[in-house]
Every structure is written in structure tokens, then in C-alpha cells.
């Protein structure tokens, strides 16, 4: 599809258990950020790529949050020993803009929605 | 720490122009102004974004005045699809969002 394209869409985890979610941003966009969002609350920033780098990743909460963009195109976003807390939306979105990212529209997927039990 | 300031909720009919106005009293001299809106169970969609003055397209209008202290972010003749939660940012490297401001149209 032309879309961002977010898997899985809905993941339920032990508490404890390690996940790994997967993001398929625009082809040829070269910006990408991953986003938290709680129930009722905006998405808070978590981190932020350009091409393979990553620029900022002052957003993840913890060590136990991993992120990479090993080619420049897809992204995942670990998660390890999965905690109750963790549980939420987790949205990617990618730009095509270089550098100054404000000035471009973030085009978003439609998350995956994790629940740690 | 939030760089904006907008409305929790607003309520209007169908039919209506809505207008929501956003402060960003620390505006940066290089900072745009963009408007997301996000549908239940949907990622945030980008609505328009602006620098000074007007700008206007197929949805939406956003005024800025001249000290770029506020926008106010203006839907014309809403319907119940409307109904969202509408997001002000202003121009960071990490775009940072907010609560947003939830819009319920009443038929």
C-alpha cells in the first residue's frame, strides 16, 4: 500500500515477555519517529530517525525500550521485559522532508496497540 | 513541556463553522504551526499548516496573526465526521504533541 503500514496491529504480552513492533513507513521518506500513545492522552515522543541514523531517542522510557532502522526503510521498535505500564498505542510515522522535519507533514500508520497482562 | 495551549473539549452542531484557537506564547522565529486531527483507532492525520497569516485548502483555514502568539484553526459547515480530536504543534525537531483538543458535533 502507499501508507504507512504498522504489524502487528493488536498484541497482547504476558508481563515479562520481550515484543517487537514493525513499521513499513513511505517509500523513499526519510524521516521516521515512533510515538506512544496512552488512552485519552496525546502521542509522546519516543525517537526519531533519519535514514539509518538515530538522532533522538531521548523519548524511550527506559533501557528496557530498543529501537533501529538498520537499511534506511523499516523500523522496529523492542520492547523488552514487557511491563503493565507499557501498555498502549505505539504509532510510526515517516516524512519525506530532510532535516528541518517541521516543515513537512508526518504521514501516520495506524498503530499497534499493545496490552501487557 | 508543552509548547501549546488549547482547549480540552468543544461542542458544536452540525452545519456550523468551528474555530479553535491555540496560544504558543514562545514561538520561535523558524517555527511553523501545524493541525493534525485524529479519528478513534486511527494514527493522527495532517490537517494544514501555516507560518503567518492565512492559509487555506479543500479543509480547513488557519489564521495567524502578525505576532504569531495564537492560530486559530477554522472548519467550515462541520458534519458528525467532524467529531475528532484535534491536535496544535508548533515546529520542533521532535514535534511534540499535546492533550488536543476533543471536538464532539451534535446533530
Known amino acids: 500500500g502507499a501508507g504507512v503500514s504498522q504489524s502487528p496491529r493488536y498484541k497482547v504480552a504476558k508481563r515479562g515477555q520481550d515484543v517487537a513492533l514493525r513499521c513499513d513507513p513511505i517509500?523513499?521518506?526519510?524521516?521516521l519517529f515512533w510515538y506512544q500513545q496512552a488512552l485519552g492522552q496525546g502521542p509522546e515522543f519516543l525517537t526519531y530517525?533519519?535514514?539509518?541514523?538515530?538522532?533522538?531517542k531521548s523519548g524511550l522510557p527506559s533501557d528496557r525500550f530498543f529501537a533501529e532502522r538498520p537499511e534506511g526503510s523499516v523500523s522496529t521498535l523492542k520492547i523488552q521485559r514487557t511491563q503493565q505500564e507499557d501498555s498502549a498505542v505505539y504509532l510510526c510515522?515517516?516524512?519525506?522532508?530532510?532535516?528541518?522535519?517541521?516543515?513537512?507533514?508526518?504521514?501516520f500508520g495506524e498503530g499497534s496497540r499493545l496490552t501487557v497482562l | 513541556l508543552a509548547k501549546t495551549t488549547q482547549p480540552i473539549s468543544m461542542d458544536s452542531y452540525e452545519g456550523q463553522e468551528v474555530n479553535i484557537t491555540c496560544s504558543h506564547n514562545n514561538i520561535a522565529t523558524n517555527d511553523y504551526i501545524t493541525w493534525y486531527q485524529q479519528f478513534p483507532s486511527q494514527g493522527p492525520r495532517f490537517i494544514i499548516q501555516?507560518?503567518?497569516t492565512k492559509v487555506t485548502n479543500e479543509v480547513a483555514s488557519l489564521f495567524i496573526p502578525a505576532d504569531r502568539k495564537s492560530s486559530t484553526l477554522s472548519l467550515p459547515r462541520v458534519s458528525l465526521s467532524d467529531t475528532a480530536v484535534y491536535y496544535c504543534l508548533v515546529g520542533d525537531d521532535k514535534i511534540i504533541f499535546g492533550k488536543g483538543t476533543r471536538l464532539h458535533i451534535l446533530p
Open positions: 530517525f533519519q535514514n539509518e541514523a538515530q538522532l533522538d
Open positions: 510515522a515517516s516524512s519525506l522532508v530532510y532535516g528541518r522535519v517541521y516543515t513537512g507533514e508526518l504521514f
Open positions: 517509500s523513499g521518506h526519510v524521516s
Open positions: 501555516g507560518y503567518k
